[in-house]
């Protein structure tokens, strides 16, 4: 405030989540994003530091519509369990359970949930989770922002050279936001399940 006062320029903190992906207790720490789906599950691995987010990994564990079930969601275990060996995640965090007008997908969709989260479960991590608005408003500002500004804000956030994929981007934006309620001034904190 006094610089302002004195006349000295504003430092420029950037876009929200950002500025905030810098947690205050920690100064480095390694989140894993989960984005569960049976048939595209989207994973993201961030660090943040100091300097701000950068991405170790993302991707989609894509299982072909003639899988049955099972076999898909032992895809999703075996695929995460190796993302959690090599990038050794500190935290989880997934997207928040939505209210599926079909139970028959809801049911599908908690299959693929349950896969991921005992797989994160079993590496002892702590597992949080973020409703689906509330990850857009804290990467775009807008609660009901469409998935290409998300993926185009990740990959800004990011400094990506490519866009990344839709399910790796929501992903990536979890991983994100829960840093971001994490910083110093994060007002809605993630809640841990």
């Not at 048939?39 to 170790?56: K, N, Q």
């Not at 479960?121 to 804290?138: N, P």
């Amino acid at each position: 405030m006094k610089d302002r006062v004195a006349g000295k320029p504003a430092r420029d903190v950037g876009p929200p989540a950002l500025s905030a992906a810098r947690p205050a207790a920690r100064v480095t720490q390694v989140i894993l994003g989960i984005d569960p789906s049976l048939r595209g599950t989207g994973y993201g691995v961030i660090r943040t530091d100091r300097s701000g987010p950068v991405a170790l990994a993302q991707g989609t564990i894509a299982c072909p519509k003639d899988w049955e079930r099972s076999r898909c969601l032992a895809r999703i275990s075996q695929t995460l369990r190796e993302v959690l060996q090599e990038h050794n995640p500190e935290v989880c965090v997934v997207e928040g359970l939505f209210f599926a007008q079909n139970l028959k997908t809801a049911i599908i969709m908690g299959e693929a949930r349950g896969a991921a989260m005992a797989a994160v479960a079993e590496a002892g991590l702590g597992i949080h989770e973020i409703a689906t608005r509330k990850v857009k408003q804290a990467i775009v500002g807008y609660g009901a922002a469409q998935k290409i500004a998300v993926a185009k804000m990740v990959q800004r956030l990011l400094n990506l050279a490519e866009l990344p994929a839709p399910d790796a981007a929501d992903a990536l934006a979890l991983a994100l936001a829960h840093a971001a309620g994490n910083a110093r001034y994060g007002l809605n904190p993630a809640k841990k399940i």
